[in-house]
């Protein structure tokens, strides 16, 4: 099966940007869409950005314009670049391989890695 792990999450300060990663291995990573979602403190888990495995992309509103989504097929992962961070960003993030990327939306496979905390602090 496919094994997923996410790195590059901490403590930063409001405004402060972080860099996460998603290591991939076990399927066909470059033909895989990718999400990236995350869990706050006491809420469901939700969508953060996409991308399919041709390069389109989308992202929640709330990101959008801060946050980018990226991916080097060739070394089978996946990034994504966090700017202007703001306290409620704080929350577990988790990389989801090979769900389903829609016009509208994206259906994660179930495929999760352990997630990494991101703290956006004063």
């Known amino acids: 099966q496919v094994q997923v792990a996410e790195c590059g999450g901490g403590m930063v300060q409001p405004g402060g940007s972080l860099r996460l990663s998603c290591a991939a291995s076990g399927g066909m990573f470059s033909v895989y869409h990718i999400g990236w979602y995350r869990q706050g403190p006491g809420m469901q888990r939700e969508l953060v950005a996409a991308?399919?495995?041709?390069?389109?992309?989308k992202y929640a509103d709330s990101v959008k314009g801060r946050f980018t989504i990226s991916r080097d097929n060739t070394k089978n992962l996946a990034a994504l670049q966090m700017n202007t961070l703001k306290p409620d960003d704080t929350a577990v993030y988790y990389c989801?391989?090979?769900?389903?990327?829609?016009?509208?939306?994206?259906?994660?496979?179930?495929?999760w890695g352990q997630g990494t905390q991101v703290t956006v602090s004063s």
């Open positions: 989801n391989p090979g769900g389903m990327y829609y016009m509208e939306s994206y259906t994660p496979s179930t495929y």
């Open positions: 991308i399919s495995n041709d390069g389109s992309t």
